[in-house]
């Protein structure tokens, strides 16, 4: 049964990542369309607390598409993790007679819009924002797609040093548990070797394969490694004192979060953003848009959020491809 909502509010929640902006033009176009007014929210829970509420409309959104960030700031709040914080937040959202939210932001996010609808029955949907692609059920997140290839732009202009100085860099990127950025840039820029968490391999064992292939005449190496696996600078030591050799560290950083965003991301976003507001008007709730094999659909947030089902066997093959062709 349609769900007679009057009023959407929108908000972008935690870090930040490329495409966030395409999906809250998506968001409050579909809802203008249909009739509905849009309410942004500045700085995500912590803003919803403090009552930073704006009125959107079809203008307020116009070419925003292709630039990064979030025109809706952002921000992590400690304040929405007590029952106090959420009050206040849920009063904000009353008093500005708010019927429902289109919350985008990652796991953090996404498991603070549960507990709105759990504890406090506020209606609500999720867009997965995040460049890790560390929610489940969904084969790609808002952004993860920019930072793969911001990162391996990066790699790229590093090799040219790389080979020029016969070095061996070990380059840290973003992804704490999950390692899809690691992976993926790491294939895609021919990386000499992947390390992620849960990756069984010793510091004496890549050394032996550094020394093994020097004697062959290789002598230079890139090693991708995500920062939940271990920082570059403690790695370089270690396989500098192993090894010998001449080993720098890189921390690419924020610039992973950043920039325009790519095609796939504008893409993702926006047909999100749409079904979003259709499931909002279907009465849908504490669920989040996800898309598998292409299409979308929704799923509660206490899988997407909880149980981790991405596919590792995928994962390891991208390892076992990147180690053959770097040999």
């Known amino acids: 049964m349609a769900n007679k909502i009057k009023k959407i509010g929108l908000l972008t929640s935690g870090g930040d990542s490329p495409g966030m902006n395409a999906a809250i033009r998506s968001v409050v176009r579909k809802a203008v369309y249909e009739g509905l007014e849009v309410a942004g929210i500045m700085r995500g829970y912590e803003g919803l607390i403090d009552g930073e509420v704006i009125s959107m409309n079809s203008r307020s959104v116009s070419n925003i598409l292709g630039l990064g960030g979030t025109i809706l700031k952002t921000a992590r709040s400690k304040r929405f993790m007590t ?24 796991n953090g996010s996404l498991q603070g819009a549960h507990i709105l ?32 290839h911001t990162v391996l732009d990066a790699v790229d202009k590093i090799r040219d040093t790389v080979s020029s100085m016969e070095r ?20 895609a820029c021919g990386a000499e070797e992947i390390l992620y968490p849960g990756k069984d391999i010793t510091i004496d064992e890549i ?13 230079s190496w890139i090693i991708i490694v995500s920062e939940g696996y271990s920082g570059a600078q403690e790695l370089s030591r270690k396989i500098h004192d192993a090894t010998g050799l001449d080993v720098r560290a890189v921390v690419l950083g924020h610039i992973q979060r950043g920039g325009s965003p790519m095609a796939p991301d504008r893409i993702l976003a926006s047909v999100m953003g749409v079904y979003a507001v259709d499931a909002l008007i279907r009465g849908e709730s504490d669920k989040m848009v996800a898309v598998q094999a292409r299409n979308c ?31």
């Open 207 to 219: 050394s032996a394969e550094i020394r093994e292939a020097e004697k062959k005449g290789k002598r």
């Open 297 to 327: 659909v929704l799923v509660p947030y206490e899988k997407t959020c909880f149980e981790r089902q991405k596919d590792m066997e995928l994962y390891r093959e991208a390892y076992d491809i990147t180690k053959l062709l770097a040999t």
């Open 117 to 148: 609808h759990a504890e406090w029955g506020i209606q609500n949907i999720g867009l997965p924002g995040t460049i890790d692609n560390d929610l489940g059920y969904t084969d790609y997140t808002i952004g993860c797609h920019t930072s793969v």
């Open 83 to 106: 029952k106090e914080g959420q009050r206040q937040a849920v009063e904000v959202i009353k008093d500005n007679g708010i019927d429902a939210l289109v919350i985008i932001g990652g």
């Open 168 to 187: 061996i860099y070990v380059i840290e990127v973003m992804g704490r548990k999950e390692p899809y950025i690691a992976i993926s840039a790491g294939l």
